[in-house]
T-cell receptor, first 114, second 115 residues
Framework: AQTVTQSQPEMSVQEAETVTLSCTYD???????LFWYKQPPSRQMILVIR??????QNATENRFSVNFQKAAKSFSLKISDSQLGDAAMYFC???????????FGQGTELSVKP | GAVVSQHPSWVICKSGTSVKIECRSL??????MFWYRQFPKQSLMLMAT?????????EQGVEKDKFLINHASLTLSTLTVTSAHPEDSSFYIC???????????FGDGTRLSIL
């Protein structure tokens, strides 16, 4: 069975600084998808970034980028130039290519200090 | 604009009543919809996968007679919490997906409080 682990329950960053959130996963599949979702206090789930496992190039979306290490089964999220609006719960998630149900990590609560 | 509409956003009801939550896909026909449950400060737990025109697939430990799911059309799935009790109080979120290689789009969730 696939599992996703986020070992940092809470993280804090100074505004304008950079922070990295960790995520590891376990799977026997060779192709799959990985995601980072943001859940602000409103509890809306917002897709931050998506990585396809067969792509070696790390995905980027503006200030958000990932470090995808397939062999190590690691998928960290880097947030550059942190903003107050980045404060939220961040979930790492995995899905198979077929079937596609999301398996979420435990979440990391990110606070941003002004 | 919103891709998914989930209604109601917040419901409070007495113990023993049944509550229906609707999830509508606004932008595309969703062959698959998912229902999640989330307790405070915890992750999302998948309850069931709903496929249009067929019975929902429930995750282990989820009572199918307690949580009735109907996916009668390609744009609407409903979750009915039958004979709700205080322990059913939680945040319920749906998501929709057009095809298996597409990401899921989430509704805004429903906060259910059973008194």
């Amino acid at each position: 069975a696939q599992t996703v682990t986020q070992s940092q329950p809470e993280m804090s960053v100074q505004e304008a600084e950079t922070v990295t959130l960790s995520c590891t996963y376990d799977t026997s599949e060779s192709d799959y998808y990985l995601f980072w979702y943001k859940q602000p206090p409103s509890r809306q789930m917002i897709l931050v970034i998506r990585q396809e496992a067969y792509k070696q190039q790390n995905a980027t979306e503006n200030r958000f980028s990932v470090n995808f290490q397939k062999a190590a089964k690691s998928f960290s999220l880097k947030i550059s130039d942190s903003q107050l609006g980045d404060a939220a719960m961040y979930f790492c998630a995995y899905s198979r290519v077929q079937g596609g149900k999301l398996i979420f990590g435990q979440g990391t609560e990110l606070s941003v200090k002004p | 604009g919103a891709v998914v509409s989930q209604h109601p956003s917040w419901v409070i009801c007495k113990s023993g009543t049944s509550v229906k939550i609707e999830c509508r896909s606004l932008d595309f026909q969703a062959t698959t919809m998912f229902w999640y449950r989330q307790f405070p400060k915890q992750s999302l737990m998948l309850m069931a996968t709903s496929n249009e025109g067929s019975k929902a697939t429930y995750e282990q430990g989820v009572e199918k007679d307690k949580f009735l799911i109907n996916h009668a059309s390609l744009t609407l799935s409903t979750l009915t919490v039958t004979s709700a009790h205080p322990e059913d109080s939680s945040f319920y979120i749906c998501s929709v997906r057009a095809y298996s290689n597409q990401p899921q789009h989430f509704g805004d969730g429903t906060r259910l409080s059973i008194l």
